[in-house]
């Protein structure tokens, strides 16, 4: 291993000599929690706790949180800039001037000898919504190319694309406020209490209070599906077949809302003659769930006065992921449920700031969800950017799985990743591996020298990482909320907006934009340009967020007397169409996954556990986490196991047809007979054998679809590469 991953964190109790305690807000999943970081009298964080004045978690915080203190100053953080000319040569420790003048030489070097869309930019979901804005800026306005996308696209973008088809544009309607009103509620392949431990407590609340149904869909017998209701175990990849069933029986039996549905859309009939082909039994045959189910949770939904949907990656990481959004869009239409209380179609987002990037990246779009397609949108962002609307690419590049291949076809030479992993969070990266050796030019930036990228690149940025820097992100109820500074950037780390600042002065066109270095100046050149959007955050500033811990948009500068922001979209319709009205979809399901078959006879699903985070950069070294699973490991079915004479915790090579990956069997019946899952977060291990089909409207892959078979491996051999993978 080129750094060294170095010996396991210790676990530790959190220390008590606490100084003064910093408010900020959680830098791991969507949901937004308030925290206090409590430092010592020297300065160095020792304590975390939740803030008990803040709406979303009213001081409460998993155990992610509870331990976040531990990595600023973790194991394997970047701390001088790094480069050298060839990934066979050793790297060299430089200064900041010199780094950044290579990568922004190199990068002129390659857009002038191949175009200024053959070098491409990755970025993330976990950087400040103010870096987005100024990161989009310098890629459309300053670099110029179009081939900028973030890993959103392995995450929210079947949401972000299923939104935009039914309503006209991004941006979920609800809020957490919704689960205290509703009266029946279904999530999709989403399970809150591991990957979003705080809604799931907000949701079990009001669930002890009022006692709605819970129904899970999901294909695995989640901790949420255990504590549900009605558990649907479905077919992989089919909710489509599924919802269009629902659709079926609720049109069938006159339960639909007939005064909103022609008030407030468009294109009920061709939705009627679709699910007309979705009868219950013949649904059941694809979607696995039987018939009687189907009708009794079509009812059930229908009958409620507020009924309403969440859902996460089971939906959007499919071939059919934003089909599945507007799915259930279409569902929450046709029986009225949309920006009522209780009653609302919610996507669950993942990353801290994954809407933050939607909102204000410009990776698929430009800032405040306006289109790069739309002539006076491309020319008012140009004129307020003081560059030539000509400029601007008139529509939107590649996304980031179709970066890679055109890597490998050597339409792109270089690359710049911000804050992303994806030599472990890409599937099959075997090939991503191959695509990252052939690059001109690898620039990394990220908190962690030890990613596996720094493997492949030439130049690498040591980032500051969440609250060593100051900020906002918006959660997945629209709140913008507020992360304070509380310690300095690790040694010579620098903020992830002072990099982009620094890279903007070596361009020639970078002297023509400005670039606010302040992240408050910078948020509010974003609230100007909010003014009368959907996303309208003209109302809000720094202190302001803080004080009022958290603002949901739309808060236009009008709505500051009021004492909160706007907790549901589309109260009253008005959707972003030009009529208003939201599109209902037809969506005729063609069977398009990898599926198990006599040679590779297991599903193989992936996703994640509650002590880890993704690529494990921060979670595997606070030891207080990595603890729970330090190692790769796959649930399977006991009753397969014991055909396969499998015994519990023996290792096993899971075989796909991309690669291989060793794991430890763990035997349960949360997985049923014919699939394994195996959790994201471990390196050289599950997307090594996944396929990734992608999705025709989001491109976002299907990680939770290929097939595998499983072989007997050699116990001590596999011991021992196992012992190298957990001294993270
Ligand atoms: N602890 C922890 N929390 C996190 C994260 C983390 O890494 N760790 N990451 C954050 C991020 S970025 C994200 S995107 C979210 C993800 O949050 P979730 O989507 O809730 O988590 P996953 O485990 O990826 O997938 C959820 C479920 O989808 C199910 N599923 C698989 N195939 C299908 C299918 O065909 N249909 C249906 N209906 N369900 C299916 C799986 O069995 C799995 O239980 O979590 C966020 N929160
Ligand atoms: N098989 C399978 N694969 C999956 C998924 C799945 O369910 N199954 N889920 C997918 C999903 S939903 C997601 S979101 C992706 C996530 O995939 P990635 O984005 O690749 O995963 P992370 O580990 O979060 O990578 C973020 C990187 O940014 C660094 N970092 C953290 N904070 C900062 C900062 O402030 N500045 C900088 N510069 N760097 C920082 C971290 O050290 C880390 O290396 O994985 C996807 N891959
Ligand atoms: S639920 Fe999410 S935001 Fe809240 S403490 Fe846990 S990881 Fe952080
Ligand atoms: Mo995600």
Redesign the pocket.
Known sequence: MLFGRGKKNPIKIASKEVEKWVYTTCGYCSTGCSIEVGVNSDGKPVSTRGVGSADVNRGKLCVKGIFEHEIFDAKGRGEEPLVRDSITEDYREVSWDEALDKAAGEIQRIQEKYGRDSFAIVS????LTEEFYTLGKLSRAVIGTNNYDG?TT??MASAVSGYKRSFGSDGPPGCYDDFENTDCLIAFGSNLPEQHPIIYWRMREAREKRGFPLIVVDPRVTMLAQNADMHLAITPGTDVVLLNALMHVILDEGLEDRDYINEHTNGIEAVEKVVADYDPVTASKICGIDEDTIRNVARLYAKADAAMSIWT?GIN?STHGSDGVVGINNLNLITGNIGKPGGTSLSIT??CNAMGTREWSSCSGLPGYRYLENPEEREEIARFWGIDPEFLPKQRGLTETDIFPAIETGQIKGLWL?????M????NTARIRKTLEKLECLIV????VD?ETTQYAHVYFP????AE?EGVFTNTERRVNIVRQVTEPHANSRS?LWIFNQMAKRFPQGARVKFPEAPSDVFDEMAYLSRGRLVDISGMNHELIEQKRGIQWPYPASDVEQEQGSPRLYEKGGFQYADGKAKLIPLPYIENNEVPDDEYPFWLN???VVEH???R??TGKVGNCNKFSPTPYMEINPDAAEELGIEHMSYVRVVSRRGDAVVLAQLTQRVPRNMVFIP?HYHDC??RL?KGLLDPHSRQPA??QSAVRIEHVDQEEAARLNVEMREF
């Open positions: 993330t979901g976990q950087l890993n392995l995450c990656m990481q993942g990353q911000v804050a992303t992993n994806p472990t969070s890409m599937p930036q990220d908190s962690y990613v980032a500051a990482t969440w820097k992830d992936s996703g994640r985070f993704h690529t950069t921060k994201f599950v997307n996944t990680f939770k």
